[in-house]
Structures are given as C-alpha cells and as structure tokens.
C-alpha cells in the first residue's frame, strides 16, 4: 500500500544540489501556529514549569507576557510579537502592581497561573511565616491574577485560564503541610472559577503536575531527580491542552511514569 500523499518525499533544489524536502515539513509549520495571533500571560515564568510554558507557548506563535519578580522591566514597554515572550517584573502578591500590568495589555486570551514557592518541614517543625508566605502567593496571587484575567475575559467571552496546582492538593507528603495547604486551597479557588467563567465561554483548567525537575527542589536533597518529569514535557501537556479547541479540560494530573516519588 502507498504511503499517504503528504508523507511522500519531494525533492527540490537548493544551491544547485537536490534537497530532500518531506511534504511532512508543511504539516509541521502549520501545527507550530496553532495558537498564532493569541496573547498569552505566563506568571513565574523566570525558571522551571512557567519558563517551559512561556516558551512552548511563544514556539506555537503566542505573544508572551512572562512575569516573575527577578525580571528587570518594570512596566510592559511594548506589546510582544507572536512568536516571543516580554519579561515583566510583577509580584504577583501585589494587587495595585497585578492590576496595572494586566491593564497594560489591549487583550488577554490565555493565563497560566505558575508563580509558586515551597517550603517542606514537619508540621511541628514549621513556622507560620512559612505558612502564610505559601498561602500568598498559592492562594492571593492566583486569585489577584485569574480575577483580573477574567475580568477582561469577560467582556471579551472568550478566553483560558490555567492554575498550576499540585498533586499536593490531593494526596498527603510528610514534609509539605504548608505547601499543602497552599495547593488544597488553590484548587478549591480554581474549582469555583470554573463555574463562574463558565457562562462567559471562558476555559478553566486545575493542572496538578507530579515531581518535575525545577529548582523547586533545590533545598529538598534525597530525591531522584531523574525520575521526575522534565518542565519541557509538562509544558508539552499544557500545550495540548490549551491548544485544542472545544474542549474543556477541567481538572487533570500528570505524574512522572513512575508516579510518587
Ligand atoms: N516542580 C514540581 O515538582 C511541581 C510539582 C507540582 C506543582 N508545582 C507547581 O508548579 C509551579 C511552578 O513551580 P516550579 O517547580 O516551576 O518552581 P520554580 O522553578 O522555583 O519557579 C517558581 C517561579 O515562581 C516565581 N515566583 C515566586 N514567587 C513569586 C511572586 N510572589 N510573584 C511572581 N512570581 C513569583 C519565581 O520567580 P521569581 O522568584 O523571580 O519571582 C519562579 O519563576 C508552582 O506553583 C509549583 O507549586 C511544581
């Protein structure tokens, strides 16, 4: 049986030589813009999941505002193109700062809430500052960011937001009761987004991923980072999901093959 017509090889010349050219190349072009034309918000995007997403993002054609407090930009000095991220420095704690960022953009069709921070101790061993520093930005952050965001997605009846929780939020580790805590609540915030964006056809998605290898475990020795999920790939999942039309994913957990570390 002959190969379909668009895998079939075609050959074309370059510099005088025959160049192999698979039809497959324009298949590719065309999936690499599936979100081409889209402004998208990435928080804590200045390292591990959120730098991941930004850039998945801006590789499918997204205009990419990162946010993250080490950047050096204060203010957006001009939109983005499609195809590249603008790093924005935000404390996304700050309520007076998250509002004059989002309002700096004409349209907003995607945010993906990443911005997070962990500390791991016995529940005994911890102090409430540690606590209440998770519950900020977990808890406030991601309700100044997804409140802002679906307030413009509103108007606009359209439009995604993307809360990276955590498996946390659902199953109980030794060492992580703050940050537990933080997840639990993060996600019970995101659940009644869900139903409140619903009738302004504005997506909500819960995405809860496993161990991923981020400077997240920088201070937590003992664990085979090899067998965690690389930020890459989680933002490969992230993608699919943001990308596909029609369908909303509202909750979902990604695990590393192997599952709890
Ligand atoms: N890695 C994992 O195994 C894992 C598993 C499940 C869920 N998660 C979740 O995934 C998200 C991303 O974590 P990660 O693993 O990618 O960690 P990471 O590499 O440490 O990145 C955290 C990001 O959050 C930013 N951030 C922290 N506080 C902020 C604030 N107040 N305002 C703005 N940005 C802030 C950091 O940038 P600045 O310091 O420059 O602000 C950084 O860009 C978190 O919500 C985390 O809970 C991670």
């Given at each position: 049986?002959g190969?379909?017509?668009?895998?079939?090889?075609?050959?074309?010349?370059?510099?005088?030589?025959?160049?192999l050219?698979?039809?497959?190349?324009?298949?590719?072009?065309?999936?690499?813009?599936?979100?081409?034309?889209?402004?998208?918000?990435?928080?804590?995007?200045?390292?591990?999941?959120?730098?991941?997403?930004a850039?998945?993002?801006?590789?499918?054609?997204?205009?990419?505002?990162?946010?993250?407090?080490?950047?050096?930009?204060?203010?957006?000095?001009?939109?983005?193109?499609?195809?590249?991220?603008?790093?924005?420095?935000?404390?996304?704690?700050?309520?007076?700062?998250?509002?004059?960022?989002?309002?700096?953009?004409?349209?907003?069709?995607?945010?993906?809430?990443?911005?997070?921070?962990?500390?791991?101790?016995?529940?005994?061993?911890?102090?409430?500052?540690?606590?209440?520093?998770?519950?900020?930005?977990?808890?406030?952050?991601?309700?100044?960011?997804?409140?802002?965001?679906?307030?413009r997605?509103?108007?606009?009846?359209?439009?995604?937001?993307?809360?990276?929780?955590?498996?946390?939020?659902?199953?109980?580790?030794?060492?992580?009761?703050?940050?537990?805590?933080?997840?639990?609540?993060?996600?019970?915030?995101?659940?009644?987004l869900?139903?409140?964006?619903?009738?302004?056809?504005?997506?909500?998605?819960?995405?809860?991923?496993?161990?991923?290898?981020?400077?997240?475990?920088?201070?937590?020795?003992?664990f085979?980072?090899?067998?965690?999920?690389?930020?890459?790939?989680?933002?490969?999942?992230?993608?699919?999901?943001?990308?596909?039309?029609?369908?909303?994913?509202?909750?979902?957990?990604?695990?590393?093959?192997?599952?709890?570390?």
């Open positions: 049986m190969r379909a017509s668009w895998l079939r090889p075609r050959y074309t010349r370059e510099n005088g030589k025959p160049r050219r698979a039809r497959l190349g324009s298949v590719y072009s065309a999936r690499m813009s599936r979100l081409l034309g889209k402004t998208a918000i990435v928080t804590g995007a200045s390292s591990g999941i959120g730098k991941a997403v850039t998945a993002l801006a590789e499918e054609g997204c205009a990419v505002v990162g946010f993250s407090r080490r950047f050096a930009a204060a203010t957006l000095m001009q939109l983005p193109r499609p195809g590249s991220v603008a790093e924005v420095q935000l404390d996304v704690t700050d309520e007076a700062a998250v509002k004059a960022r989002f309002d700096e953009l004409p349209n907003i069709d995607l945010l993906v809430c990443s911005a997070g921070n962990a500390h791991y101790a016995p529940i005994v061993n911890s102090r409430v500052e540690e606590l209440r520093a998770m519950l900020d930005v977990h808890i406030i952050g991601t309700y100044l960011c997804a409140r802002a965001a679906l307030r997605m509103q108007l606009q009846k359209s439009g995604h937001i993307v809360n990276i929780g955590s498996v946390a939020a659902h199953r109980a580790f030794t060492d992580c009761g703050a940050y537990t805590a933080a997840k639990a609540g993060q996600l019970g915030l995101t659940r009644v869900a139903e409140e964006a619903r009738p302004y056809n504005v997506r909500v998605t819960a995405f809860l991923p496993g161990a991923t290898d981020t400077p997240i475990w920088d201070d937590r020795p003992g085979d980072r090899a067998k965690m999920m690389s930020p890459t790939q989680v933002a490969g999942f992230l993608l699919s999901i943001v990308a596909r039309p029609g369908v909303a994913v509202e909750e979902v957990t990604v695990m590393p093959p192997g599952g709890s570390l």
